[in-house]
């Protein structure tokens, strides 16, 4: 599979998160953040333990439960403290960090060399994520911007990890490894803080199902794919398309109007991942055996 194909593939991911705020807003039940994370989790990785029927080994015990914790379980919980407790425009500028962090940190983790053209596209991501979502009057609140800038790091590291450490296995159970470590981290917090979960509406369990099979399962399916393939920080700057593809589903769908700022803010984010693709290219070397080939008009020629 071409770099190319490869981008588009995982550009999947972040184009799938984008529909969980409509999802979570319109057919889920409210105030349960935590529940919502751990169905989002563990059902999904317990699918895809079910088809591979593949479990750990040796090391890969405690590294399939720090991948999980960072990737899945600490994300998801810091998230959702994070949407709880500032508006929606602030939290989701702190979790577009995340490209920043790992911008910054692939050239000392993993080695990558990362373009000065990926590191503006970065920072300008941040810019446009803001122009699309920050309101004048969105307040601050302190355990909420910890809890963003939380989540941000812990997915920064768990694609650091995730490149660094490879995978031992297929894809499928590599993601569901991580799925069921980060839906049991969540389990305990779910019930202390939370309780048992209510009684679910047709609309909750269809919210539900859509979060946990598209929205995590096949969406980490091709996010991990693509991080094991491609350089770190080429892969998070997709990221930015989740704020995106929320904005766009809340003008479309909810008919939520976006001014001349936020429409800006959303052609600077495409902007932005279309620099940071084309950063991150290697360029192209011709091998032996093509600079060794027959042109085409050679080829011709040697067969009249």
């Known amino acids: 599979m071409t770099p190319a194909r490869t981008l588009a593939l995982t550009a999947i991911a972040p184009?799938?998160?984008?529909t969980s705020y409509l999802v979570t807003t319109e057919l889920l039940p409210p105030d349960r953040p935590l529940l919502t994370a751990t169905l989002r989790a563990l059902p999904a990785g317990l699918l895809l333990l079910a088809i591979t029927r593949l479990l750990p080994r040796g090391a890969w015990w405690w590294k399939a439960a720090v991948l999980g914790t960072l990737n899945i379980g600490a994300f998801f919980a810091l998230m959702f403290?994070?949407?709880y407790r500032l508006p929606g425009g602030v939290a989701a500028t702190l979790a577009a960090v995340h490209p920043l962090l790992v911008t910054a940190l692939a050239s000392g983790v993993l080695g990558e060399r990362v373009a000065p053209l990926a590191r503006i596209a970065a920072g300008t991501g941040v810019v446009g994520v803001a122009m699309l979502v920050l309101t004048p009057g969105a307040r601050l609140d302190v355990?909420?911007?910890l809890a963003g800038l939380g989540s941000a790091a812990a997915t920064a590291a768990g694609v650091l990890?995730?490149?660094r450490w490879g995978r031992p296995v297929p894809i499928l159970a590599f993601t569901g490894?991580?799925?069921?470590a980060g839906g049991l981290v969540l389990v305990?917090?779910?019930l202390l803080l939370e309780g048992p979960p209510p009684a679910l509406s047709a609309a909750n369990l269809l919210g539900y199902a859509w979060l946990a099979i598209p929205g995590t399962a096949l969406a980490y399916l091709a996010w991990f794919s693509g991080i094991l393939r491609l350089p770190a920080s080429r892969v998070s700057l997709l990221s930015f398309l989740t704020?995106?593809?929320a904005g766009a589903l809340g003008w479309v769908v909810?008919?939520?109007s976006l001014s001349p700022l936020q429409l800006a803010g959303g052609v600077t984010i495409l902007v932005a991942v279309s620099v940071g693709a084309y950063a991150g290219r290697e360029p192209h070397r011709p091998s032996v055996v093509d600079a060794e080939a027959p042109r085409p008009r050679e080829l011709v020629g040697a067969g009249t």
């Not at 184009?15 to 984008?18: A, E, K, P, Q, R």
């Not at 490894?177 to 069921?180: F, I, K, R, Y």
């Open 254 to 256: 909810l008919g939520q």
């Open 143 to 145: 355990w909420g911007v």
């Open 188 to 190: 305990l917090p779910t």
């Open 177 to 180: 490894w991580q799925l069921v």
């Open 15 to 18: 184009l799938t998160w984008g």
């Open 243 to 245: 704020p995106l593809t």
């Open 81 to 83: 403290v994070s949407a």
């Open 161 to 163: 990890l995730t490149k």
